[in-house]
């Protein structure tokens, strides 16, 4: 296996490998649930169903550009997860928004199934439904049945339905602002990183002028 020679470390540090970080994960993890939720409950081609799958495709792939970028310019990936993080913070509105115009209840921040949602650590879309259906299932008995407002196509008609209703947006609500906070950590990681090393012009002078010091004088 080829080493690089360490000056050239130096100047191009190490990039991409962002499929590994926890925020690119809960990104893409929230983007595969909020495409199932629109499809179910949002009617397609209104703005709203449109705004809410592009703010989650934008929160991924920002995420994933930022870092695959990172190596040339350090304040173009800082921007990039900060506009990462402005979408799903975006997004997290519309989960709320959902809630409050359908009269379904937004969890507390310290409500144990939030907690309970993360320890969970769903890989996929598939094992977030399950996740739902359990908790659901688990509520079954617990739950009183609510009064139901005008029927319409997209409002959920019976009581199963407006609990599965009222959990997916929580759970969608829940991962935005996990992702959020991870999101929040990262820019500030950035922001120092930035603000020690440079960018790509700041590293290179550093180690034009190193090279430069090392020559022996005529």
Same mark, same amino acid.
């Given at each position: ?27 893409? &993890? ?49 921007? &990039?997860?900060?506009?990462? +993080?402005?979408?799903?913070?975006? &997004? ?9 115009? +359908?009269?379904?209840? &937004? /969890? ?27 908790? /659901? ?70 180690? +034009? ?10």
């Amino acid at each position: 296996m080829q080493h690089r020679d360490p000056k050239y470390s130096k100047i191009l540090p190490p990039s991409g490998g962002y499929e590994k970080l926890v925020s690119y994960q809960v990104a893409k &993890l929230l983007y595969l649930v909020t495409v199932r939720f629109v499809d179910r409950y949002i009617p397609r081609g209104s703005r709203t169903h449109d705004q809410m799958e592009q703010a989650a495709r934008s929160g991924e792939s920002n995420i994933g550009e930022g870092s695959k970028i990172s190596a040339t310019t350090k304040k173009l990936e800082l921007n &990039l997860t900060s506009v990462a +993080r402005a979408s799903l913070d975006e &997004l997290r509105k519309d989960y709320e928004a959902f809630l409050e115009h +359908r009269k379904l209840p &937004l /969890w507390e921040p310290m409500d144990p199934r939030r907690k309970e949602l993360s320890n969970a650590r769903c890989k996929d879309a598939d094992e977030v439904a399950l996740w739902i259906k359990a908790l /659901w299932e688990r509520e079954k008995e617990a739950r009183t049945a609510a009064p139901e407002g005008p029927r319409t196509a997209r409002t959920p008609a019976t009581v199963q339905g407006r609990a599965y209703a009222e959990i997916s947006a929580n759970v969608g609500q829940t991962l935005s602002k996990i992702a959020i906070h991870l999101l929040d950590k990262q820019v500030e990681s950035q922001a120092r990183a930035f603000e020690k090393d440079g960018g790509f012009s700041e590293r290179l002078y550093k180690v +034009r002028s190193e090279l430069k010091a090392q020559k022996p004088k005529d």
